[in-house]
């Protein structure tokens, strides 16, 4: 940024002007924040492109079936066998849920009218009942149906007789309590973790304040922003891109706020008036929170070539929070600084011609221990690293099934255990099959004798020339026995000549989801990694420098994930009563995990080897990569340290997803800053020298001969390293 407008932007009156500006982008964009809730679309039919085949299905049965229809079952269990009076309480019942809100007319079905209807209303033992009834709440089903089934579960009450909400609204309702705290309690959680955290690094009782309040209003007119987007623009936002908004915003803003801070408290010794202080450090650290935010929006809103409508609405969520968070950290909270003055950094005020300090604490000592032999440090470095990847090799990336996707079981689930124990099955899961009407009855025929897949309903037609029957999945909805039975059923319909038959239904969408999730993955993953490339060759004007960058990264990665499986396999079952086996992760965990390591963990990098590049001109490469550790390691590590914290938060959500994602950043962040930075590029840089410049002139027109006694102080234009422990 330049000084002038620096100076400009924290100026004795355009301060205030700031301050005014985002006070009220708060209360109007903050109050829109309030109401992202009720534009998430958590249904997986909206995730899915038009192409996919459960897509085209339900767009073919949008004027015959509801697509807004949520089937539900309410199971009834007494290990003792269901008595007489039990069964004339669930008939009862029965006619009592149909004045429940959302139900759908005539839709109920007592326990006899469900067996009558092939669904399998009384187990064989006579120890479970099931009542079926459909939902229907338009839209609004995500936001409407936990008070529906609050109302079903105070319906269905006897005594000794225990009752589970199954079927796609147990599920539904399920998913809605694991998603109700993600505005509440995990940003909370979140703030208070950092400011536990900044407590211990500024080691001042009151500094924490305006980092914390601008990183509330970044978060608070991001989610406006955004809000208005999925209202207006059509962007998909899930639970899960919420989630994930507000933990980026808080540590990315935090890590901007450490490096701002750090910069303004050096600046306050070397000039008396704090708005010139201030507009020397926008000037100076401006440029290096630009680059690590734009380098993040560019990795985020490659997501928009993802086939899944959700991993593309991923993209622009978080590019807008970070995008926000920049022009906040920027402008909002050095405002604040300047209007609180040297004061806020009590009790060790930065005095106008205090001494700065030095650069020979803890950092300094791991360059001059890598210095003597920096081949051998990076060799093994890598090499361990390396090692760590094998650990990759345990993730199985197939899919979990609906009871393994969280981490302690839900009502749904149990209802799922007790159907299974009990020889009967969730009839809420069917496939779908659109037909030609004149080939209805041999595409019926062509799926005898299919695995897992129940009797057929009766074809119905849905136009003149098609029609569409169901038939139950003998399986989780989720689960791999159900793909395969998708498979099996779409290969069986599809040989069927003239039918142009398609399979549609709730485990396809999830098969269907699996499928274009590896195709996101294929593409998208390739391309960050290209566009995080050219980023760098355009910052640091190298290529060798870059593409060393970059294969750190991406060892950096491997490692991560494959240190992150041992935790799954490992330590996971230790801390949670409900954890999957083995280490399976969503489809898309792969391609999550990428995005954000490779686009955070490059950030780290850009800041050491800017610093370096500055240096490289005056002391040469290799001294100049030992002062920018020792200059830049306080901050850098807390930074790293933030932002794994922040997104360790993600693990209090019971959603295995949310938790896999926030420990594989959290540890691949702490590998980047402690590792990979502090040690393999370092050591890289002390053997190759001027050659990772290459093919620039920088240090080898003239050739830079740097001095032999070892950097003691800071220079002018060093950034004060901030203190960790």
Known sequence: MHRQIAGKLTGRVTKWLVLVFWIVALGVLGSLSSKLADVQNNEASSWLPGSAESTEVSNELASTVDPNDIPTLVIYYRSSGLTDADKAAIDQQAQELSGVDGVVEGTVLTPTQAAEAGYGGVSEDGQVAVTALTFNFGSDGW????AAADQIRDIAQIDGVTVHLGGYGGQAADAAEVFSGVDTTLILGALLVVIVILLFTYRSPILWILPIFSV???????????????????????????????????????????????????????????????????HRAAPAIFASASTVVVGMLCLLLAELNSTAGLGPVNAVGIAVTFLVMVTLLPALLVIFGRWIFWPKRPHFGSVEPNTTGFWSK????????????????????????????KIDAGGMSTE????????????????AAHGLTDSSNTIQVVTNTDQADAVTQSLDGVPGLGAPTPAQPISDTRSYFEAPIQADVSSRAAYDTVQASREAVHAVPGADARVGGGSAFYLDTKEASNRDNRVIIPTVLLVVLLILIFLLRALASP????????????????????????????VTDHWPEGVQVDPGFPLFAFVFLVALGIDYNIF????????????????????????????????????????????????????????????GVLLDTMIVRSVLVTAINLDLGGKIWWPSALDRKPPVEPPTEPPTEPTAEEPESVPVG
């Not at 221990?369 to 361990?384: C, E, F, Y």
């Not at 981490?407 to 799922?416: H, S």
Request: charge should be neutral.
């Open 143 to 146: 936001n409407s149906i936990p």
């Open 216 to 282: 509330v209003v970044a978060y608070s007119v991001s989610g406006g922003v955004v809000y208005l987007l999925a209202k207006y623009a059509d962007l998909t936002v899930n639970g899960q891109s919420q989630a994930i908004l507000g933990i980026l915003v808080i540590g990315a803003g935090t890590d901007y706020a450490l490096l701002l801070v750090a910069r303004y408290r050096e600046e306050l010794r070397r000039h008396e008036d704090r708005h010139e202080a201030m507009a020397f450090a926008l």
């Open 366 to 393: 791991v360059g001059a221990s890598i210095a003597p032999r920096p081949r051998r440090v990076w060799v093994v470095t890598a090499g361990l690293l390396l090692v760590a990847c094998l650990g990759v090799l």
């Open 404 to 419: 393994d996707g969280y981490t302690k079981e839900f009502d749904a689930i149990k209802g799922q255990k007790v159907l």
């Open 547 to 574: 593409l060393i960058l970059m294969g750190t990264v991406v060892l950096s990665f491997g490692a991560a994930m494959g240190i992150s499986a041992l935790v799954f396999d490992y330590l996971a079952p230790l």
């Open 608 to 667: 050491l080897m800017t610093r370096v590049r500055e240096e490289t001109a005056t002391h040469g490469t290799r001294r100049g990569s030992l002062i920018a550790l020792s200059s830049t390691g306080g901050v850098i590590t807390s930074a790293g340290i933030v932002l794994a914290a922040t997104f360790m938060v993600l693990a209090s959500i019971p959603f295995v997803f949310l938790a896999e994602l926030g420990v594989a950043v959290a540890i």
